[in-house]
């Protein structure tokens, strides 16, 4: 049985993938600050109170993983604090850095020792990330803590590659979540979608920036 691990589980699209990879039989070890009952009445492994900030908090998960493999890791959890150019608060944007540039890297880093040939990475970053995509600016600290998620993963896949791990990067379109106050496709479409995408990863794929509708992006 395939085992899951995700970051960001307990609400929005990480909630949803966990509920769609539970629903296909397979492990799913649900990472969350705070635990969701319903994910663990269906049968996942909750473990609770990690926040990809802080690196005790990665550690403690590492130790609590230590002797599992597995066959994706998906970093999901993800921060929008929307700073336009009259209103930059620095704080903020240093903070979306950890949780979406930081966050990531810190998780696999910590749990490359429960990967091996064959495993897959999955992060969720988000197309507004994009260098060449941005037609409207704002976001400031969205923006470049995407920008530089998509720089670690683009490195994770060099550093990976003799290992056999594949690594991409994942925008999984405008979903209605608590992120965007509800606008956009339902979260079990882009769910569906980005397990899609998972599954067909490949080493040839890996260091890509992918839509979930299956189509490569521009950095
Ligand atoms: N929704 C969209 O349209 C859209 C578009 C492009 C990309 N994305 C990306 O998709 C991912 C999921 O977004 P979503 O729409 O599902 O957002 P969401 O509903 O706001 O959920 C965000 C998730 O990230 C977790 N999280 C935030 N900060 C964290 C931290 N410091 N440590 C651990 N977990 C943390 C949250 O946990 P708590 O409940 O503890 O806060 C929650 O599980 C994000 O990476 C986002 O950037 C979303």
Not at 138 to 148: D, H, L, T
Request: aromatic residues 4%.
């Amino acid at each position: 049985m395939p085992t899951s691990l995700v970051v960001g589980a307990n609400r929005g699209l990480g909630l949803e993938i966990c509920r769609q990879l539970l629903q296909r039989g397979e492990r799913v070890i649900a990472v969350c600050r705070t635990p969701n009952p319903e994910l663990a009445r269906r049968g996942a492994t909750m473990i609770s109170e990690v926040d990809v900030t802080n690196p005790e908090h990665v550690r403690r998960l590492a130790g609590e993983v230590k002797s599992i493999q597995l066959d994706w890791l998906l970093h999901n959890a993800g921060l929008l604090t929307a700073e336009s150019l009259a209103e930059l608060d620095f704080d903020r944007m240093l903070n979306q850095y950890q949780v979406n540039a930081l966050g990531p890297l810190r998780v696999v880093h910590a749990l490359l020792g429960n990967l091996s040939a064959g495993a897959k990475i999955g992060i969720v970053s988000s197309r507004v990330g994009s260098l060449g995509d941005n037609a409207s600016g704002g976001n400031y600290g969205y923006r470049m803590s995407k920008a530089a998620v998509n720089m670690a993963g683009v490195n994770l896949a060099h550093d990976l590659r003799a290992r056999g791990i594949a690594v991409l990067l994942l925008h999984p379109g405008l979903v209605a979540t608590d992120m965007t106050a509800g606008r956009g496709i339902q979260p079990a479409v882009a769910a569906r979608q980005l397990i899609e995408q998972m599954d067909e990863l490949c080493m040839q794929r890996s260091g890509a920036f992918w839509h979930a509708e299956g189509y490569p992006l521009p950095w």
